[in-house]
């Protein structure tokens, strides 16, 4: 107490020396009158005062305060004056604060905060506490020191009534806002918008709170309210925010309303993904694809949900292809899940669409399972198989649906069946099988496409050996009335008389020809009859035979018609009737020389006149057979037997010489055997046994006697059939030499023998099991190298190009021949591709191209099997690249299809004008490829449909549908201009 006492009194003697020294002249009154004047306001009046009086630290110093409340030009030299003469005084506090004040007015805040930090506020006037208290403030928050600003601001709630508590409020909001805490700065702005002159930017900052703090209701109706009135600059602002408010609560009309008034200069990435979102929001799609497009980094998620959108709005302006690379871009990443996997979904459905490519929907699947979407994904690709005739592929992806649906099962059953067609067409018999079996069993033994893949399974049964098994089916679908008015139908009984036939039951085989032929069915009959007779004979009634045979003749004979006669021939041999099987089987020398048998019945013809004692007539025979025969086994055996006629008649020296013919001609044979014995007995009988030694010395000959030398002989017989063109004796002859030798050393080319009749026989499944085993042996010999390439083309045919590509491999690995190794390369790029190993196919056409022997077709070839593939693996711009190569000759098949590919490529990224004029400008070229061109013309229609001229678009396809000539069965443009015109008329009657 006793020190604010002591504080006091020294006050009171500071302010009373002044007067006291002025009491002289009346100092005292100019000294009150200048304070006054000073207190009121009157500056320049005090100034002039003070400086008439005596200088002290009170009078200096208000002279001071004068000049810088003037701002007079002096006012910072009078200070410094003042702080050197006094250096503390009262009313340097005070000096202190107004001239902290000219800086803080100056925007020189630093320096006014330096200033103010040195005001004691208890010295100042009360009134001035509060100025002082937010310019501290106001300076900290100018220069960034936001906590310290928010502290100081807090200060001015201690003097309520103040017009500096509004403003502190106010800006405690915005560091609130600057610091995201919306919720708090709401009610710091809620507090100073009672204050007029805050209340416009309290109302506007509480709007952008209520905004950010998802209330978008008050952000949509306070925004509108204020946003006439509110200045330029603060519009855009709450244009954005109405806008975003209206999107968000589905007024896109209003968001798009606003849109158009907030600021498009200088946008970042926030305001172009905005823009764009706006734009979707309002279906203005190529606004949207504008936006979103200039977003260049889209690696965030904000980038992720642009990418998407981007996606979805070039579908909509039939941009499919820029769509599909931007549903890639949003798939690629990862942080919207639910986004990720739908980008993936469709970017994987439209490079199926577009490429054909399956590895999108193979990566959907890895990632996410079939769970949600894999009978979707499964089924569209089984439909799209479909259409394109992909009936392996259809099958294989309804394969991986666990349950299928009624129309899926329906579509499935057809795939099956249709498989099985293909494949039964190109004589893959056993592959087939499977699919007729899943046809089948899907449907009702009453249903006719059951019944049709049962008849084919047996078909395919009995082609492969099956003959119980095709037999029984055959027969259940006798006995259940199946196929009744089809011909399969009429002619089951045949088919079930031939499998029994087959195994031998010809008592069985006998009473369905009988059946067959009591219906009268005319297909047939001839064969029918033929194996009736045959049933007669195996059983070995050769007395009904005859008459069987007989029946076949009176209906269809013919001179080259050899087989019914020679049997019958047989047949009365065997029933002791010589002369009538000379006399039938002389039927033979009116035949022509290419008739089939006609070796088989001369050779016969021969023997049986020669066992009837006619030995002229057996040479006569028999030396026409020599003479006409193409076959050198035969020709052989004709000669053996003009030796045995001339033996007979006792002339030796010629059956000498015939079979001495038969020993230079066919050494080692079975042929040559038979004729060194008959040599040899020949001589022993003319008591000559030394000329037999000297002719075997002379000509280094020999009987077999070892097991090998027996073996070579076996093999020399086969492969001298083989020679001869006599595939069926080939089969039998190199059977039994495998069943007697399987470790020859011949066993590899006679298996090459046995596969290349097998392909001459036309059975294309034994001849690939065949050349399979031939290809093994060493790769030194010819055979094996064959066996690759005939391997290789023949799986091909069946439609095992896996085999095909790993046959043509082995080829091109071992080969010595540059043909062989370009036809090698040929056959992996075409495997490749039907196996649709895509990757595999350009590797293999890369080969092609560069190999100096490929000619130029085969070069045009490996480019449009490298175009389509790098197609169908989602490589566009370099497949497009060779199909506008390959377009430059349209009037070709290649050229035709590359120009169609290169305007749907048009249309699949939304360029429907250019779609027009390309179609027309091929229409002038395209030669006589009218299919490329009706399907040019269905995208033409597609054009005009996507850009709304439906008029022309309904034109363009029934002049398409009525114009057309199909070019075959396969012709697949009636199908697409009647599901374009359904899909157009589901579209306006909408």
């Excluded at 320096?111 to 040195?118: I, R």
């Excluded at 109706?221 to 806008?243: D, N, Q, T």
């Excluded at 302006?317 to 549903?327: L, P, R």
Aim: negative net charge; proline residues 2%; aromatic residues 14%.
């Amino acid at each position: 107490m006793a020190s604010v006492k002591i504080l006091a009194g020294l006050l009171a003697l500071a302010l009373a020396g002044p007067l006291a020294a002025a009491d002289d002249g009346g100092g005292r009154d100019r000294y009150r009158k200048a304070l006054e004047l000073y207190e009121n306001g009157m500056y320049e009046e005090a100034r002039t005062i003070f400086e008439t009086l005596e200088g002290n630290a009170l009078v200096d110093g208000y002279t001071v305060l004068c000049a810088v409340k003037l701002r007079s030009g002096d006012y910072e030299a009078l200070m410094g004056e003042y702080e050197r003469t006094y250096r503390s005084s009262v009313l340097t506090p005070e000096i202190r604060f107004e001239n902290a004040r000219i800086l803080f007015d100056k925007g020189l805040y630093a320096e006014a905060a330096l200033e103010f930090s040195k005001v004691d506020a208890r010295v100042l006037p009360r009134a001035s506490r509060p100025e002082l208290a937010f310019d501290r403030a106001y300076c900290s928050f100018e220069l960034g020191m936001a906590d310290e600003a928010f502290r100081l601001f807090e200060a001015l709630d201690g003097f309520p009534g103040s017009e500096y508590v509004a403003p502190s409020k106010y800006f405690r909001g915005v560091i609130l806002y600057g610091r995201q805490n919306f919720s708090a700065a709401r009610e710091f702005f809620s507090d100073a918008a009672s204050d007029p002159r805050f209340r416009a930017l309290s109302e506007f900052y509480l709007v952008d709170c209520e905004f950010n703090l998802h209330n978008y209701a008050y952000a949509l109706e306070e925004g509108e309210r204020i946003y006439a009135g509110a200045p330029e600059e603060r519009r855009k602002r709450l244009a954005r925010i109405i806008s975003e408010s209206a999107l968000v609560l589905g007024d896109a009309e209003k968001a798009r309303v606003y849109y158009e008034g907030f600021s498009k200069e200088d946008m970042n990435r926030n305001d172009f993904f905005y823009a764009g979102s706006v734009l979707y929001s309002v279906k203005d799609y190529r606004g949207a694809v504008e936006n979103f497009s200039r977003i260049t980094d889209r690696s965030d998620s904000l980038g992720q949900i642009a990418s998407y959108h981007l996606g979805n709005s070039y579908l909509h302006i039939g941009n499919q292809v820029a769509a599909m690379e931007s549903f890639r871009s949003a798939a690629e990443a990862d942080f919207d899940a639910r986004i990720t996997e739908d980008a993936l979904f469709n970017y994987a459905k439209l490079a199926f669409d577009l490429n054909k490519d399956t590895k999108g929907f193979n990566e959907y699947i890895a990632r996410y399972s079939t769970g949600s979407r894999g009978v979707q994904i499964y089924g569209y690709m089984a439909l799209a198989a479909l259409y394109d005739k992909d009936y392996a592929g259809a099958v294989a992806a309804y394969d991986n649906i666990d349950e299928l649906s009624p129309d899926m099962q329906n579509n499935y059953t057809k795939a099956n069946f249709l498989r099985g067609e293909q494949l039964f067409a190109n004589g893959s018999y056993r592959d087939a099988m499977p699919y007729y079996r899943a046809t089948a069993y899907y449907l009702p033994k009453t249903d006719r496409l059951n019944q049709l893949a049962r008849y084919r399974l047996a078909e395919a049964g009995f082609q492969t050996g099956r003959y119980a098994d095709a037999g029984k089916e055959f027969t259940d679908l006798y006995n259940n009335s199946a196929l009744d008015g089809l011909v399969q139908g009429a002619i089951l009984p045949y088919n079930i008389g031939y499998c029994c036939f087959k195994q031998g039951l010809y008592a069985d085989a006998a009473k369905w020809f009988d059946i067959y032929l009591a219906t009268g069915n005319p297909l047939y009959r001839e064969d029918a009859l033929t194996r009736r007779a045959d049933c007669d004979f195996g059983s070995k009634d050769y007395k009904s035979a005859v008459a069987s045979y007989q029946a076949v003749l009176n209906e269809f004979y013919s001179p080259d018609k050899i087989y019914p006669y020679y049997q019958q021939a047989l047949s009365y041999g065997l029933s002791g009737d010589k002369r009538r099987k000379v006399s039938v089987l002389s039927h033979v020398e009116e035949a022509s020389a290419e008739a089939p048998m006609y070796d088989e019945a001369c050779y016969e013809l021969g023997r049986a006149k020669m066992d009837a004692g006619d030995n002229g007539g057996a040479v006569s025979s028999f030396s026409r057979l020599r003479e006409t025969s193409a076959d050198k086994t035969y020709r052989a055996r004709a000669t053996i037997g003009l030796g045995m006629a001339y033996r007979n008649a006792s002339d030796y020296d010629k059956a000498l010489e015939c079979y001495k013919e038969v020993v230079a001609t066919m050494p080692g044979s079975e042929y040559a055997e038979e004729s060194m014995i008959a040599i040899e007995s020949i001589y022993q009988r003319l008591g000559q046994p030394g000329k037999f030694l000297e002719y075997v010395e002379q000509n280094a000959l020999g009987t077999p006697k070892t097991d090998a030398e027996r073996e070579k002989m076996y093999f020399n017989t086969a492969e001298q059939l083989y020679l001869a063109g006599n595939y069926a004796e080939t089969v039998t002859t190199v059977g039994k030499f495998l069943e007697n030798y399987p470790g020859s050393a011949d066993a590899p080319q006679a298996w090459f023998y046995l596969a290349e009749s097998y392909r001459e026989l036309g059975n294309k499944e034994k001849a690939v099991e065949a050349y399979a085993r031939a290809m093994g042996s060493d790769t030194s010999y010819s055979f094996a190298e064959m066996s690759r390439l005939r391997y290789a083309e023949l799986s091909f045919d069946l439609q095992r190009y896996q085999d095909a590509y790993s046959g043509y491999e082995s080829l091109l690995n071992s080969t010595r021949m540059e043909s062989n190794a370009t036809a090698a390369k040929e056959g992996m790029m075409n495997s490749a591709y039907r196996c649709k190993d895509y990757e595999g196919a350009i590797a293999a056409a890369v080969l092609v191209e560069a190999d100096g022997n490929t000619d130029e077709d085969g070069k045009l070839e490996a480019r449009y099997i490298r175009a389509k593939s790098l197609l169908a693996t989602s490589q566009r711009d370099e497949a497009m690249e060779l199909f506008a190569s390959l377009g430059s000759n349209p009037s070709t098949s290649r050229g035709a299809e590359s120009q169609y590919l290169l305007i749907q490529n048009l249309f699949d990224t939304g360029d429907f004008a250019a779609v027009e004029q390309e179609v027309y400008e091929f229409s002038q070229s395209a030669g006589n490829q009218s299919y490329w061109l009706a399907r040019a013309y269905l995208v033409l229609g597609d054009s005009f449909f996507e850009r709304g001229m439906t008029d022309q678009a309904r034109a363009t396809y029934e002049s398409v549908r009525d114009g057309y000539v199909p070019s075959g069965a396969d012709d697949d443009i009636a199908e697409g201009v009647a599901r374009r015109l359904a899909r157009f008329d589901a579209s306006t009657n909408e």
